[in-house]
Structures are given as C-alpha cells and as structure tokens.
C-alpha cells in the first residue's frame, strides 16, 4: 500500500534561517506532487505541484522554492525564512491519471520567530 | 483562472438539521471537482467526488455546470460530522490540484 511520509511534525526557525522539509512517498511510481499552506482564513493554498522529477510549477510567489530530486521525494526549502512564512505546511501525492484521489502528509508546524 | 470559493467560513446547526456546505469554482474546460474533509486530530482525506455520482457518510455532492456550483449536502446533521470541509477542482489533463478556502461545520447537540 502507499504511503506518505513528511517530517519534521513540527518546528521553530529564527528570523532568517533556512528551511528543509522532506516529503517522501512510497507504495507508487511518478506520482504527482504537492505542497499547500493551510492558514486560516485563507484555506489551504498551492504553493507548488510537480508532475515528474525537475518538473516544478510554483503557483506563488515567495520566499519559498521546491524540488524533486528523486521520483517520490519532494522538498520545500528557504535560504531566508521571513515571519510571514510561519505555517502549516502539507505535502500531498495523488496519480497521475485525471479524478484521482489526493492523500496527505500529516503537515508540518512552522513557527518562524 | 481555476479558483474555488467556498463562502461560508463556518457553519453551525442543530443535529438533525439539513446541511448545505456551498462551493463555486471558475475553470475555463472541464474539471474534476471533489469535496475532502479534515477532522479534529486527523488528516485530510477524500470525502466524495463528483465523478463517482456516490453519497458517503450521508453526503451528496451535484455537480451545476450552468451555476459552476457543487454544494454539498446531507439531509441530517450528526454530531461527528463537524470538522473542516474543503472543495477542490482538478484539470482533466493536468496534474493541478486547488482548494478553496474550507468551512468548519459545526453539529451541536
């Protein structure tokens, strides 16, 4: 069966720090790959999605960049965090064909302080 | 632009109550449009899509092209039916994946 991994649960960066967070699929191949900030009052919003490895459409603009380095990994990074980038941070996979299902990480807590 | 607007940040009724969580979307073709939902504690997962034509949980979903509407509804109110909903549309042909803003249902006793 597939599942989701994304780490750390939570976490708390100063002002300025960079930023790493992983998120590794396992059970499928090529699947697509998602990160959403879910804030309140804002819902949950797409930040990034890659259909394939080096394949990144960033959907806005930000402090914020992804990559794919491997079929199944998916990585959200910062070289400076900002205090607005604080958050609650999701990765998501679904397959590739058209109407499937989207499963989720268990998100991580950002604090930016 | 795909966009997905869910206009009520928080609904609240009675259990037994009918429910109508509502949701709008803009797509220039046809889109896949699903509803997930989030409960207290939980992960985010899918509740029913509009392709499937399925109630789950006593939920029922119609797609309206002409009013680009898929509210969903159920009849009746149960108490472990509060949590976050969320509406979300896909492109038939794209790997895209957009949500709207989510309601909190609340079932009170």
């Known amino acids: 069966s597939q599942t989701i991994h994304q780490w750390p649960a939570t976490l708390v960066q100063p002002v300025g720090s960079p930023l790493s967070l992983e998120c590794t699929v396992e059970?499928?191949?090529?699947?697509?790959l998602y990160w959403y900030r879910q804030a309140a009052g804002r819902g949950l919003q797409l930040l990034f999605y890659?259909?394939?490895?080096?394949?990144i459409s960033s959907e806005v603009p930000q402090n914020l960049s992804a990559s794919r380095p491997q079929d199944r990994q998916f990585i959200l990074s910062s070289k400076k965090l900002l205090l607005s980038d604080s958050g609650f941070y999701l990765c998501?996979?679904?397959?590739?064909?058209?109407?499937?299902?989207?499963?989720f990480g268990q998100g991580t807590r950002l604090t930016v302080v | 632009a795909q966009r997905v607007t869910q206009p009520e940040k928080l609904l609240s009724v009675f259990k037994g109550a009918p429910v109508e969580l509502k949701c709008n979307y803009s797509y220039s073709g046809s889109p896949e449009l699903f509803w997930y939902v989030q409960y207290s504690r939980q992960r985010l997962q899918l509740l029913l899509r509009?392709?499937s034509r399925e109630s789950i949980k006593g939920f029922t979903a119609d797609l309206n092209k002409g009013e680009t509407s898929f509210h969903l509804k159920k009849p009746f109110a149960q108490e472990e039916d509060s949590a976050m909903y969320y509406c979300a549309l896909s492109g038939r042909n794209t790997g895209k994946l957009i949500f709207g803003q989510g309601t909190t249902l609340q079932v009170k006793p």
């Open positions: 890659s259909v394939g490895i080096g394949q």
């Open positions: 509009h392709i």
């Open positions: 059970g499928t191949s090529n699947p697509n």
């Open positions: 998501a996979w679904s397959e590739l064909t058209a109407n499937t299902e989207a499963f």
